[in-house]
């Protein structure tokens, strides 16, 4: 394995990797404003073929999200994601002053949870921290891969 990391990716990209590890297609306009929203991306390419991704949300001071870590299965826990979260951990880092300090939250899928905790992470409890809690809003009951792909973004009247 050849990889190299950039700090930039595609919305074509992004979508082509939540597609190859079965999650829907995101409309590129809500992707591009993700991806410009976010404090660091970090994106995995095999030569030119991108391989892998993550985000991280950050507020700034003492808040922060990993998110949409994502790595194409033939490159799924070969090091991949490990190497993107140490860089965004990293970065993190070098933000700190003294006495500071920052929270960094994942949502760890039930085949993760021994490579985060090498990584310093720990599980939450909900005597911690709460339980986790989403909800999704949408314009659309339900937006489809076939939808993206033929362009019909339209919204509820």
């Given at each position: ?23 829907r297609q995101s409309h ?77 939250d994942v949502k760890v ?49």
């Open positions: 394995m050849n990889i190299t990391y950039r700090n930039s990716i595609t919305s074509e990209e992004y979508n082509s990797i939540r597609s190859s590890v079965g999650f590129p306009e809500q992707v591009k404003a993700g991806l410009d929203g976010s404090a660091i991306i970090i994106s995995a390419y095999d030569h030119d073929k991108v391989v892998g991704m993550a985000r991280l949300i950050w507020d700034g001071g003492g808040v922060a999200l990993l998110d949409d870590i994502l790595v194409i299965p033939e490159y799924h826990l070969k090091g991949v994601e490990n190497e993107m979260i140490n860089r965004i951990l990293d970065f993190l880092k070098d933000k700190l002053k003294p006495g500071f300090g920052i929270q960094v899928w039930s085949n993760q949870e021994s490579m985060y905790e090498k990584l310093g992470f720990q599980e939450s409890t909900p005597q911690r921290r709460g339980v986790s809690m989403h909800t999704c809003l949408t314009s659309q009951i339900e937006l489809t891969d076939a939808m993206f792909k033929q362009g019909e973004f339209r919204t509820k009247e």
